[in-house]
């Protein structure tokens, strides 16, 4: 599920935990600053060995990425002018992957998750509570 600005812009995405039936889902286009995908797998596949190597790249904002591994939490999103656009429940398995405008989390429960932002990171300089 994507969630999009009144001009189209991504500003979140959520995976939902047991909806994936494809062997291979790239959630996001490849030339977004933050890759999202899911796998499903069977025994024996193989992803095989790679590295990957340095680049230089340049990165405009903090995309963030959270899995919730028990409970649930509501989301609101935000547009860049910080307009609400949408509320989700997030649960366990889903991915919430956030890449532009702002959001907030609220607990509807006990909730542990996971989250995972590009760094380096600076609270100072990378965080505008409003």
């Given at each position: 599920m994507n969630i999009v600005d009144k001009d189209g812009e991504l500003l979140a995405l959520i995976l939902r935990s047991g909806q994936q039936?494809?062997?291979k889902y790239f959630a996001t286009k490849d030339e977004q600053e933050f890759q999202v995908a899911s796998f499903n797998l069977?025994?024996?596949e193989e992803i095989l060995r790679h590295t990957h190597?340095?680049?230089?790249r340049?990165?405009?904002t903090t995309s963030e990425v959270i899995i919730v591994l028990e409970g649930s939490l509501e989301v609101e999103i935000?547009?860049?002018d910080l307009t609400l656009c949408e509320k989700q429940e997030i649960g366990p398995g889903d991915v919430l992957a956030l890449f532009g405008g702002g959001h907030g989390?609220?607990?509807l429960s006990k909730c542990k998750f996971v989250e995972v932002k590009q760094g380096p990171y600076s609270e100072d300089d990378d965080k505008i509570r409003f």
């Open positions: 039936e494809a062997s069977d025994e024996d190597p340095k680049q230089e340049v990165i405009n935000f547009d860049n989390l609220k607990m």
